[in-house]
């Protein structure tokens, strides 16, 4: 089934009670629905972006929903919700009454009101720009296939020897500064052994000591959904458990359509040495986790859960999730085979960028195609630093990951061949990210600066 997505900005004043003059608004949002428009009838669409009111309020993080409707009802409706500057919680309702005698005006003219606690505090007029909004609002549209995330989290393992199939999961609380990591294994051993599930959950405070817990190893007992092994699930929608001192109870809310780090069809046929992907791009956490000495209660705090299903870890390997804000995101892995021949070439590169609603490059093997001396992605491969730069004939992207030493885990398993692999993971790394265009120079397109909530990894066998 097919979705809609588009892009729009509204420019307007509004006036709070009590004020003798006009504050400026702006909103800049992105709007997601699950069907593909049709103006016969009422579609539901999610909204998130920026809000930005003059002395009150610059929330990035705004959300809501939209009620398209221009022919059935005669309206379209905005409801949104966000944060001031002050960390009051404000919420913006408004609607624009289309009519057949003045259909320009009803389709840009937006009145709002704003309320708190359910009453309200002020009044506004946003229009939408034509003159110099139209153009980019036309060509925002896309019609994504939608895909649902419970697709991807069922078990992959086929029953053969050799297999390595994780679920994991990474959150950072906005209120705390805490970065959250549960990594949920599976591994089958070459030797025909019975198949074992393991793993273990760590947090990583903005100040003091990362603290972990392992689970397992148990038998695996092929649940139908998810993992679920050792007292500890991570299945519909649910991350529960217990291991030592920790335990927690979580909800996951997927935010977005699924995001293939890897080609597409590498998950449904296994032709690669592994597969890595997304079941959905961003999520939303809730729930409460106790790791020994404190209790985190989290409410839609930004995250995501990630799959990966193959023979075993590379034998180098590199791996970043970045929440960008505005529903941006960037997800690299960079890997070294430890296939013969591939073992001494340099690391392959896999990153896609969802970036206004579109996902650069186009394809997962463009960037992966540097290793053959199609494309220019390349990875440098070390701690406490690691870099990936990478181009398109339009674009190019440089990005610098930091995980330093106090705020990285380092943890010790084997792989299904009983080799031992290390990886040394931070869910308070820094990250410096880059994106330039080609206009008859490179300029900057775009450029974030993560302060302790991307979240990076490395490792090796």
């Not at 939608?146 to 992959?156: C, D, I, L, V």
């Not at 961003?282 to 209790?295: F, I, K, Q």
């Not at 001396?373 to 440098?380: D, E, S, T, V």
């Not at 009983?418 to 990886?423: K, N």
Request: with cysteine; aromatic share 8%; net charge positive.
């Amino acid at each position: 089934m097919r979705g809609t997505s588009f892009a729009e900005t509204l420019l307007g004043t509004i006036r709070l009670d009590g004020d003798d003059h006009h504050r400026r608004i702006r909103l800049d949002l992105r709007a997601e629905a699950d069907e593909v428009l049709r103006p016969h009838r009422t579609t539901t669409a999610r909204l998130s972006g920026r809000l930005r009111i003059t002395g009150l309020a610059d929330d990035p993080g705004t959300r809501g929903a939209m009620q398209i409707s221009p022919l059935a009802r005669r309206r379209i409706r905005y409801q949104l919700s966000f944060t001031t500057a002050d960390r009051r919680t404000l919420t913006l309702d408004g609607w624009k009454s289309v009519t057949a005698r003045h259909p320009v005006k009803s389709m840009t003219v937006l009145p709002v009101t704003l309320y708190e606690d359910g009453a309200p505090i002020g009044t506004g007029t946003l229009r939408f720009p034509a003159a110099t909004g139209l153009l980019p609002f036309l060509l925002s549209f896309r019609f994504p296939e939608r895909e649902e995330a419970s697709r991807y989290t069922a078990p992959r393992w086929d029953g053969r020897p050799g297999r390595t199939e994780v679920w994991y999961t990474t959150v950072t609380d906005p209120a705390t500064g805490t970065g959250v990591w549960l990594h949920h294994e599976l591994t089958v051993p070459t030797d025909g052994s019975p198949p074992t599930a393991h793993g273990w959950v760590a947090t990583f405070p903005r100040e003091g000591k990362v603290r972990h817990a392992r689970f397992g190893p148990a038998p695996w007992p092929r649940p139908q959904e998810g993992f679920s092994a050792a007292g500890v699930t991570a299945a519909g929608g649910q991350l529960s458990g217990n291991a030592d001192d920790f335990g927690w109870d979580l909800t996951e809310k997927p935010l977005d359509a699924p995001l293939f780090t890897f080609p597409h069809w590498s998950w449904r046929r296994a032709l690669l040495p592994a597969t890595h992907l997304l079941p959905a791009s961003r999520a939303a956490y809730s729930g409460t986790l106790h790791d020994g000495e404190r209790t985190l209660t989290l409410r839609d705090a930004p995250g995501a859960s990630a799959r990966i299903y193959g023979h075993g870890n590379a034998r180098r390997w590199a791996w970043l999730h970045a929440d960008l804000g505005d529903g941006d995101v960037l997800e690299i892995v960079a890997a070294v085979s430890t296939r013969p021949g591939l073992r001494r070439l340099p690391p392959l590169v896999f990153l896609r960028l969802k970036h206004r609603g579109r996902t650069w490059p186009s394809r997962p093997e463009r960037s992966a195609a540097g290793l053959l001396g199609i494309g220019r992605f390349r990875a440098r491969i070390g701690l406490p630093e690691w870099t990936v730069t990478g181009r398109t004939a339009l674009r190019r992207v440089r990005v610098t990951v930091t995980q330093p030493a106090d705020r990285t885990l380092a943890l010790d398993y084997r792989d299904p061949d009983g080799a031992p692999a290390v990886c040394r993971n931070s869910e308070r790394a820094d990250a410096e990210v880059v994106l330039e265009r080609w206009w008859g120079r490179w300029r900057t397109e775009a450029a974030w600066t993560l302060d302790g909530t991307a979240h990076a990894e490395v490792g090796d066998r």
